[in-house]
């Protein structure tokens, strides 16, 4: 039962990064979900989105806090500055720039692009 029990709470996580366009934290998945499941512990949840992160089944976005994105495929982000909202960037990847590095005799795999700035929200706030 514990075992079936763990499986709903993992693939519930996983649901609510897929259907989130905003590359939740860990603490917004543990918020979305603990009126659904109030027995959910926040090591519960970090531990299985580094987990499926690990797996490849996710992609772990580094920063001032980790955040989680659904879509695998090689993308860019952008991330605010100033309110820390991360968003898909509409550049696509360029396998182009692994290649430069593997000629100088990196074994690149992959690569992330971020892209840092003000999102359009706040710097329409600034005004």
């Known amino acids: 039962m514990a075992e079936k029990r763990f499986s ?3 693939e519930r996580i996983y649901e609510v990064v897929y259907a989130s366009k905003e590359h939740p934290t860990a603490q917004m998945v543990y918020d979305a979900l603990r009126p659904e499941m109030p ?3 926040l ?3 970090y531990r299985n989105l580094h987990q499926m992160a690990e797996e490849g089944r996710l992609v772990e976005l580094d920063g001032p806090v980790s955040r989680f994105d659904a879509a695998v495929e090689p993308h ?4 605010c500055k100033r309110c820390g909202r991360v968003a898909d960037g509409l550049l696509p990847y360029d ?3 692994d290649r430069l590095l593997v ?3 990196w074994a690149v795999k992959e690569h992330s692009l971020l892209f840092t700035g003000i999102c359009p929200a706040c710097a329409g706030s600034m005004n």
Request: charged residues 25%; positive net charge.
């Open 95 to 97: 396998e182009g720039l």
């Open 76 to 79: 860019t982000h952008l991330r």
């Open 43 to 45: 090591g519960t949840v």
């Open 8 to 10: 709903r709470q993992r």
């Open 39 to 41: 027995q959910l512990s």
């Open 103 to 105: 000629a100088e005799g």
